[in-house]
């Protein structure tokens, strides 16, 4: 138990340590990819479900494509 316990505080301190090392403009980076992912994912999943929407549209004009 007390195993656990040390590699969880061991972990915990090694976050808060790299977390407390980044510079203002590298958490602004980081910031900004996190965003630019955010953006791709969400603009995939719109895309992806207009694509649907389209597919369900065909299908009851009666066209195959």
């Known amino acids: 138990m007390i195993e656990k316990a040390t590699v969880a505080t061991t972990y915990t301190a090694s976050a808060v340590t790299t977390m407390a090392g980044l510079t203002i403009n590298e958490w602004v980076a980081l910031g900004g990819f996190l965003m ?27 066209k195959d494509d």
């Open 36 to 62: 630019g992912v955010a953006t791709f994912v969400v603009n995939l999943w719109f895309k992806r479900e207009h694509l649907n929407i389209e597919r369900q549209r065909n299908q009851a004009d009666g």
